[in-house]
């Protein structure tokens, strides 16, 4: 029962239009190859402010290039990535021609799109605490104190806080990425992407991490996820993006897309995975 409540204030707590409002992060006419091969295929997606997107669909279709992409850290042959219509990670001109962004522009939009990686990439010399406050204080976006409170703050959300001395060796996988993700939210990200980020935890400990993002979801994080968690899907996301061999074949709200698709493609995978 108390599950039922659960996810009744979940959606209560996030009732809204979706998929509309600001859009923060747009992908338009993407378009990226690996030698021969194409991964990105005419990809177009809007990300809104305040929603959950998921990205799902078979293993080798683009999910990760996509939103390696969405963070400059994957270049694009073609088309555009835009935070808040800015252009990602290159500039136009006033004759429109395009080209890169010096470093420090692309690090300041990077700082904007926080990431949370697959394996945890915590700094492994470094204390829980160490691992939040560096950034921020070395970017001199706050100082000692208060990047020490606020990481305070995070590790609590995200349920590690009487861990802070220890050393990311000392943690399981899931707390690990608990702290990553208590970490990329220390830069006070815009957006945050998570590639697969429970797909290398032990099964029992994906739970703990999906709690944390449910969390974060309640509290009006916008997120883009590429994830394998069909329920956490289901039950978080507002919008969900199906890829196949590039292509987003079809997006829409969970309902519709993960239940009542018309695409044999999704119909299969579908039954694959549940
Ligand atoms: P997914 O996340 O859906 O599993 P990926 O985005 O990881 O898919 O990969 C899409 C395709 O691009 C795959 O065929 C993969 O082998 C290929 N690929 C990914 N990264 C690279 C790379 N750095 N160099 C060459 N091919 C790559």
Same mark, same amino acid.
């Given at each position: 029962?108390?599950?039922?409540?659960?996810?009744?204030?979940?959606?209560?707590?996030?009732?809204?239009?979706?998929?509309?409002?600001?859009?923060?992060?747009?992908?338009?006419?993407?378009? %990226?190859?690996?030698?021969?091969?194409?991964?990105?295929?005419?990809?177009?997606?809007?990300?809104?402010?305040?929603?959950?997107?998921?990205?799902? @669909?078979?293993?080798?279709?683009? %999910?990760?290039?996509?939103?390696?992409?969405?963070?400059?850290?994957?270049?694009?042959?073609?088309?555009?990535?835009?935070?808040? @219509?800015?252009?990602?990670?290159?500039?136009?001109?006033?004759? @429109? %021609?395009?080209?890169? !962004?010096?470093?420090?522009?692309?690090?300041? !939009?990077?700082?904007?799109?926080?990431?949370?990686?697959?394996?945890?990439?915590?700094?492994?010399?470094?204390?829980?605490?160490?691992?939040?406050?560096?950034?921020?204080?070395?970017?001199?976006?706050?100082?000692?104190?208060?990047?020490?409170?606020?990481?305070?703050?995070?590790?609590? %959300?995200?349920?590690?806080?009487?861990?802070?001395?220890?050393?990311?060796?000392?943690?399981?996988?899931?707390? !690990?990425?608990?702290?990553?993700?208590?970490?990329?939210?220390?830069? !006070?990200?815009?957006?945050?992407?998570?590639?697969?980020?429970?797909?290398?935890?032990?099964?029992?400990?994906?739970?703990?991490?999906?709690?944390?993002?449910?969390?974060?979801?309640?509290?009006?994080?916008?997120?883009?996820?590429?994830?394998?968690?069909?329920?956490?899907?289901?039950?978080?996301?507002?919008?969900?993006?199906?890829?196949?061999?590039?292509?987003?074949?079809?997006? @829409?709200?969970?309902?519709?897309?993960?239940?009542?698709?018309?695409?044999?493609?999704?119909?299969?995978?579908?039954?694959?995975?549940?």
């Amino acid at each position: 029962a108390e599950h039922v409540d659960e996810d009744e204030a979940l959606r209560a707590a996030r009732e809204r239009v979706p998929h509309e409002g600001d859009v923060v992060l747009r992908i338009a006419d993407l378009e %990226k190859s690996f030698g021969e091969a194409k991964v990105l295929d005419e990809v177009n997606l809007d990300v809104h402010a305040g929603e959950v997107v998921a990205i799902i @669909g078979p293993s080798g279709s683009g %999910k990760t290039t996509l939103i390696r992409t969405m963070n400059h850290l994957e270049s694009v042959d073609d088309g555009r990535v835009e935070l808040d @219509g800015e252009l990602v990670g290159y500039r136009i001109d006033g004759s @429109g %021609k395009v080209t890169e !962004q010096p470093d420090a522009a692309v690090a300041a !939009q990077r700082r904007r799109v926080g990431m949370v990686f697959q394996r945890f990439n915590l700094f492994p010399h470094m204390s829980v605490l160490d691992n939040l406050t560096l950034a921020p204080v070395s970017l001199g976006l706050m100082n000692e104190g208060e990047a020490k409170r606020e990481a305070e703050r995070l590790l609590d %959300k995200v349920g590690m806080a009487a861990h802070r001395d220890k050393f990311p060796y000392q943690l399981s996988g899931g707390q !690990q990425q608990r702290v990553a993700i208590a970490r990329a939210l220390a830069m !006070q990200p815009e957006v945050l992407l998570f590639d697969e980020p429970t797909s290398a935890l032990d099964p029992e400990l994906v739970g703990e991490v999906l709690e944390v993002m449910t969390n974060l979801a309640r509290d009006g994080m916008t997120m883009v996820v590429v994830t394998h968690e069909m329920k956490f899907a289901r039950k978080v996301a507002d919008w969900i993006v199906f890829m196949d061999g590039g292509r987003i074949i079809d997006q @829409g709200p969970p309902e519709s897309l993960l239940d009542a698709s018309s695409n044999e493609r999704i119909r299969s995978f579908m039954r694959r995975v549940t």
